[in-house]
């Protein structure tokens, strides 16, 4: 579901074509772990690609202060927690047009894409090394707080209750 197949194939094809050399870094488990170090390693892409297994909070906090970008390719979102996780740490986003990140993605936030593909990734992550700069670590920091901190949030459930009692 979360499309790390379609990132190892997008991270295959920019291999050579990359002006700068990238790490992929990915935290978690699942059924699909085994497959997806068989075939990050047929692809010949186990040097860029790690692989870190479940992470604690604290630890997960640090990759993500430690990242140029976040990428997710996923295939349906409901919403993208992990979004605005990375987004108040203030990285640019990649994101698939999956149901949540196109509420969450703007132009100014990162770059969407349509899932499944893996030459529109591979575009988008070149698309980003060569454009990191022009994305603010602090404003994408403070949209994040506009539309997703705790008074935005209290703000947006008072007018649904207001709508709600006025139904």
Known sequence: VKGVDVLLDAVKSISGRADRSFTVRLAGTGSLKEDLEQQARTLGISEQVLFLGRLSRDAMLKEMQEANCFVLPTRYEAFGVVLIEAMACGLPLIASRSGGPD????????????????????????????????????????????????RSVMEQYNRLFLQLLQE
């Open 103 to 150: 509420s969450i993605v703007t132009s100014e936030n990162g770059l969407l894409i349509e899932p499944d593909s893996r030459e529109e990734l591979a575009e988008a992550m070149l698309n980003m090394m060569a454009n990191i700069s022009a994305y603010s670590a602090s404003e994408i920091r403070a949209q994040c707080l506009k539309n997703y901190g705790d």
